[in-house]
C-alpha cells in the first residue's frame, strides 16, 4: 500500500470533525476545529505536510475544507458569517453509519452533476475535490497567494518589513544574513509605555510549515529579543501551532497565508477594494409620470 493509498479521504474526515466539534462543547473556529481532529485521529507532521496540487494549503487542510462542506449538505453542522462551525441537532443524534449513508449519496450526486456539466472530465478525484475547495475559497486571495510566492526571496522579506512598519513596528530592518538561525529581521512594537525587541522570519511555502521551524527559530531568537514572528504564505500544522505557544517557552506568534492576505487588503498594500455601482431602472416610476 503507497502512501496516497493511506492518506484520508474527505468522507474519512467527516466523522472525526463531528467528534472534535464535540469534544470543543459543539461549536468552534476551523483552525480548532482541525487541531482537534488531528489530535483525535493522531495525524503525523508528515500527513499534515503533504501539499496540495494547488492553492496555499496543505492537502489535508483541503480534504478537511471538503468534509466540512459534506457536512453542510448533509445538515449535521452550520457556519457563521464570522467564521465559526457549529454542530445542529441533527449531527448531535446522527449515528456513524447513518452519515456515512447520507455523505456517500451526497458525493454519487454531485460527482453526476459534474459530469454531466461543462466540467465533466476530472480524471482523478484528489483533484476535483481540491478544485471544489477552491471554489469555496476567495478568488482574490489565491491569487494574491500566487503573486507572493512568484516574486524574489528578497522582495518577500521588504514586503514583510513594509506590514510590520505599516502595522505600527518601527526601527524594522532585513538581517538575511546566513547562518543567523532563520531570522530574518528585527524590529520593535511599543504597545503604550512598553517596548519589545521582536525577531521575525519570513516563509514563502506552498504547504505547511512544520513545528522543526518554529523550534529552530525560538532557539535563534532566545536571548536576542522578547518577541517572535513568522510570517508564512501557507500554513502550519497543527504541532507547529502547539510548539509556538508551549508553556514555559518564549510565545511566537504566526500569520498564515490568509492572514497575510488580510493584512494586506486591510494596508492597502497592493490589494485594491473596489465598489461596483448598479444601475437600475423602475419602470414603474415613469408610467406614473
Known amino acids: 500500500m503507497t502512501q496516497a493509498d493511506k492518506f484520508p479521504t474527505h468522507i474519512d474526515l467527516t466523522w472525526p470533525t463531528l467528534l472534535a466539534l464535540k469534544q470543543l462543547g459543539g461549536s468552534g473556529t476551523i483552525e480548532e476545529i482541525f487541531d482537534k481532529m488531528v489530535e483525535i485521529q493522531q495525524f503525523p507532521e508528515s500527513i499534515q505536510q503533504v501539499p496540495a496540487s494547488r492553492g496555499n494549503r496543505s492537502k489535508l487542510e483541503y480534504r478537511a475544507a471538503w468534509a466540512r462542506s459534506y457536512l453542510k449538505l448533509v445538515g449535521a453542522v452550520e457556519n457563521s458569517q464570522v467564521g465559526v462551525w457549529s454542530i445542529t441537532p441533527l449531527g448531535e443524534a446522527i449515528a456513524q453509519e447513518e452519515l456515512l449513508a447520507k455523505l456517500k449519496a451526497v458525493n454519487r450526486d454531485y460527482y453526476q452533476k459534474r459530469k454531466e456539466g461543462k466540467e465533466a472530465a476530472v480524471a482523478d478525484q484528489d483533484d476535483s475535490e481540491e478544485s471544489i475547495v477552491d471554489e469555496l475559497l476567495d478568488d482574490w486571495r489565491a491569487q494574491l497567494l500566487n503573486v507572493l510566492k512568484a516574486i524574489d526571496p528578497s522582495a518577500f522579506e521588504r514586503l514583510c518589513q513594509r506590514v510590520l512598519r505599516e502595522s505600527g513596528f518601527t526601527k524594522v530592518e532585513v538581517t538575511g544574513r546566513s547562518g543567523d538561525g532563520g531570522i530574518d529581521g528585527v524590529g520593535v512594537l511599543r504597545v503604550n509605555l512598553l517596548s519589545f525587541q521582536v525577531s521575525f522570519q519570513c516563509k514563502r511555502y506552498a504547504g505547511s510549515v512544520g513545528s522543526g521551524v518554529v523550534r529552530d527559530f525560538r532557539g535563534a531568537m532566545i536571548g536576542r529579543c522578547d518577541k517572535g514572528l513568522i510570517i508564512s504564505t501557507g500554513s502550519f500544522t497543527s504541532e507547529a501551532r502547539k510548539e509556538a505557544t508551549r508553556d514555559?517557552?518564549?510565545?511566537?506568534?504566526?500569520?498564515?497565508?490568509?492572514?497575510?492576505?488580510?493584512?494586506?487588503?486591510?494596508?492597502?498594500?497592493?490589494?485594491?477594494?473596489?465598489?461596483?455601482?448598479?444601475v437600475e431602472v423602475t419602470p414603474d416610476w415613469f408610467g406614473a409620470l
Open 248 to 278: 514555559g517557552a518564549p510565545a511566537i506568534d504566526l500569520i498564515d497565508g490568509d492572514e497575510l492576505c488580510d493584512l494586506l487588503k486591510r494596508l492597502k498594500l497592493g490589494v485594491e477594494t473596489k465598489l461596483i455601482e448598479q
